[in-house]
């Protein structure tokens, strides 16, 4: 299956600039990003990445500076069905969690991500088109509705949890891609164990 | 099968203090205990609670004082294998969680809580025995492989969301039961999505 990977190569993951420089945060977005591409290859499909900006990966790269729900949408209509949405910052996901989600063999599958958002989802329905802008989950099981189509959603922790705030960073730390994880490590990532909840600790000593 | 159903009825969910007073936060446990006591038996099992203090609610309840860890080790021992444990605080449970959790036919199959927590798990295996202090996800998969237990985990957000911290009722308003969701409707709590992520609001003017 032809899954799209949308990508913010401009300002990516600013959520996380108490944690990481400016510089830190688009190399992390894109180590993030690789690990997204080889599962999806690893699961047996075909990633392809819409990007805000030209960015190196290993994928075909289509460019397209609008915002995210136009740009998803226009790649969606020239696309054959049915077709993936997968977000870049999703550094839990397996080829199980995607196994899971095109499994689910509806019109249109969702997987929701944690504050209401949508993570992944699989179209197979012509008339459906995606809405990014605030609680997308409720408003894709709304316009799925409305266009008649079946809708599954998916329950995965592995795909729910994306990256925005540092705290999410505790999850990448103890579930998340190989390569994320140790990224994270040499950086001086730690998890702090000492408090009522696990925290996420960073040794700045080897910061510039 | 058996299940355990801990749950503190002396100080519970002290992180949400910042949104709901001690009271409140009682009888938002007891809400939460009877919504997965109700799932639980929805899905053809039987509940027991394990309480600090006496509570009422609509199933058998043992009373021990001790801490998590010894009291649950001790209900496990004395339990028809398998037995499974799931936490009174996961008000996005469902059915169809449940069944993944009790249909992985493993000797110990483990639910991940965020923060590396362990938020349910069904133990098959004599000489298995909980932890649940710290980084208990890890833990438990170790203490597994020591006693040579196959190990299975589940990867459900439905059973990662444990109420900690208020955040965590976003996710409750979004997706969780039913009764719970209303609970908190009832007492004001409504989402903001005014701001760059979804956040809680809580109206106070009916707030004694």
Same mark, same amino acid.
């Given at each position: 299956?032809? @899954?799209? %990977?949308? !990508? ?12 990481? #420089? ?5 190399? !992390?977005?894109? @180590? ?25 990966? $290993? ?22 069905? $049915?077709?993936? %949405? ?44 995606? &809405? ?6 409720? #408003? ?14 998916? &329950?995965? !922790? ?6 925005? #705030?540092?705290?999410?960073? %505790? ?38």
């Amino acid at each position: 299956m032809d @899954v799209i %990977v949308p !990508f913010d190569a401009t300002t990516p993951n600013t959520r996380l600039a108490p944690v990481l #420089d400016q510089h830190e945060r688009g190399a !992390f977005a894109r @180590v993030m990003l690789a690990a997204v591409l080889e599962t999806v290859e690893d699961a047996g499909h075909d990633p392809a990445v819409l990007a805000t900006a030209p960015v190196e990966c $290993p994928a075909p790269v289509t460019v397209d500076d609008r915002s995210l729900t136009p740009a998803v949408n226009d790649a969606i209509a020239t696309a054959t069905l $049915p077709v993936a %949405v997968v977000m870049a910052d999703l550094p839990l996901v397996t080829v199980d969690a995607l196994d899971t989600l095109v499994g689910a063999d509806a019109a249109v599958t969702i997987a929701p991500g944690t504050g209401g958002g949508t993570n992944a989802l699989v179209v197979d329905h012509p008339e459906f088109r995606v &809405d990014y802008h605030g609680l997308s989950y409720e #408003d894709h099981r709304r316009r799925a509705r409305e266009c008649g189509a079946e809708v599954s959603t998916v &329950d995965s !922790f592995r795909l729910a949890l994306d990256v925005d #705030d540092p705290a999410d960073l %505790v999850e990448v730390l103890l579930h998340g891609d190989e390569r994320v994880a140790s990224w994270l490590c040499e950086r001086g990532f730690t998890l702090d164990e000492t408090g009522q909840r696990v925290s996420l600790e960073r040794d700045d000593s080897d910061r510039a």
